[in-house]
């Protein structure tokens, strides 16, 4: 048996023997010849076999010749096989333009013969056979792009002397709100997943790293079905010391996400448009910027009023803004900044002048969130009365404050949702189509 090699490098290489692998995408079993289209991780290629259906005397070959037909006659959609064969070009095959002549066939695994789901399946349906609905190239390219843009990000982080960290994610006391906590038994007592790793990357200040990023996995027991929610998934976050405000964490995080989709457009651009229809746009730095209460503001103008008392941005709103952003300045992204401190936490430094707003911000991408970000309080006494005027007693975090007790540099960062950035990028209607494996409140398995 010849080495296996991959169907994307067999257009550059010369007619003769070549083994092939991967899984059965389709079978034609004519009369006289048989096609079989194979695909591996790389793409796909058509197999042919002319059929022999009935020993002949004079020919001694017949007899494997017939094995071959038959094997392919019962062979399922899905099945994993090798194939060595004889490659030719062939400018008349659709498919690539090559064609291997099956001559010796292995079945490794064969399929059950009914595939549980089609194209036109549901999405949940889909969910349940996530193996087979990943052999999709739509869906399979997902991940190659959701590589590619990491890749470009973690390049980034590491051109520019950011140390990574791996926080736990057991952790003694809620790292954001109490609310959407995991509890689990821990022993004698509990433990709660963590929400964010958001305490650990501000002791990375502390501890003098200077700049720290982390992709990992964070958790939140929220119980909505919304398009853009899970109860765990991958949270790409930064942290950086000696910042003068949230500005200075806008534009590191606005240049990483030039980076990435740089990156994207670059590797798979050709591709996102042939399975997704969309052109991947390089966003061009400043990203527009415009504090919450003028947005307001604007998308009221719009004849949309955002109906929360809270003083946040509401789905639509969020929608409107991105609207008015893409008329005005033909941009994608947008940074809503300066949120009431009512609505953010208690770790958000507030303005110097105005201790109602914060140094914060949110990126709003194609119209949805798909990041927080902001200036930290490291001076403990503030952090206290924050606390306090939360309602929440500064002891159940003393571990916390005691990281702002022995000194720390003024710092600040962002969390990033992977699966909400991918979704909007690629158009996508669901987290659900972007997360490897989702998991909601309904849904552990597979
Ligand atoms: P926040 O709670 O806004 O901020 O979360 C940051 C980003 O994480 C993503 N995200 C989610 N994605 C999927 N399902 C969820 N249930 C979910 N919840 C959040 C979103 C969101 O914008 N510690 C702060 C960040 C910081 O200030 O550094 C935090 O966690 O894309």
Request: hydrophobic share 40%.
């Amino acid at each position: 048996m010849t080495e296996r090699v991959l169907v994307k490098n067999l257009a550059a290489r010369a007619e003769g023997p070549v083994t092939v692998s991967g899984w059965v995408e389709t079978v034609r079993d004519q009369k006289k010849v048989q096609f079989i289209v194979l695909r591996d991780e790389s793409g796909a290629l058509q197999l042919v076999n002319p059929a022999v259906r009935e020993l002949v005397e004079d020919d001694p070959s017949s007899a494997a010749k017939l094995e071959i037909t038959e094997a392919i006659s019962g062979l399922a959609h899905g099945s994993f096989i090798s194939v060595t064969g004889d490659l030719k070009h062939d400018e008349r095959v659709k498919l690539g333009g090559l064609e291997v002549k099956i001559g010796e066939l292995r079945v490794l695994s064969a399929a059950n013969p009914e595939t549980p789901i089609a194209a036109d399946s549901s999405l949940d349906k889909r969910q349940d056979w996530r193996f087979l609905d990943l052999r999709n190239p739509k869906q399979n390219l997902i991940f190659k792009v959701q590589t590619t843009f990491l890749h470009a990000l973690r390049e980034y982080w590491i051109d520019n002397d950011f140390i990574e960290i791996h926080t736990p994610k057991l952790m003694a006391s809620a790292s954001e709100s109490r609310a959407e906590l995991f509890e689990v038994d821990y022993f004698d007592g509990k433990a709660y997943l963590a929400q964010s790793p958001q305490f650990f990357k501000q002791m990375a200040q502390s501890a003098g790293f200077g700049k720290i990023f982390e992709v990992g996995p964070a958790f939140r027991a929220d119980p909505s079905f919304t398009s853009r929610h899970a109860t765990e998934f991958t949270s790409v976050d930064a942290e950086i010391s000696w910042v003068d405000s949230h500005e200075d964490v806008m534009k590191l995080h606005e240049e990483l996400m030039v980076a990435g989709f740089a990156a994207v457009k670059a590797k798979h651009g050709e591709a996102i448009k042939d399975l997704f229809d969309v052109d991947i746009q390089v966003p061009t730095t400043p990203f527009p910027r415009i504090p919450l209460a003028e947005a307001k503001k604007i998308v009221a103008e719009r004849g949309y009023e955002v109906p929360r008392a809270d003083d946040d941005m509401d789905p639509e709103g969020e929608r409107q803004i991105a609207a008015y952003v893409r008329e005005t300045y033909g941009h994608e992204f947008v940074f809503l900044t300066d949120y009431a401190a009512s609505i953010r936490p208690f770790y958000h430094m507030r303005h110097e002048n105005d201790a109602t707003l914060t140094n914060s911000y949110d990126l709003i991408f194609n119209g949805v969130e798909i990041s927080t970000g902001a200036q930290r309080e490291h001076r403990v006494e503030v952090l206290e009365a924050q606390m306090r005027d939360k309602g929440m007693d500064p002891v159940e975090l003393d571990f916390y404050l005691d990281f702002f007790r022995y000194g720390a540099p003024s710092h600040g960062g962002f969390g990033m949702g992977l699966a909400r950035v991918l979704m909007l990028m690629l158009h996508e209607t669901s987290i659900r189509e972007t997360s490897f494996l989702f998991r909601g409140p309904t849904r552990l398995a597979p």
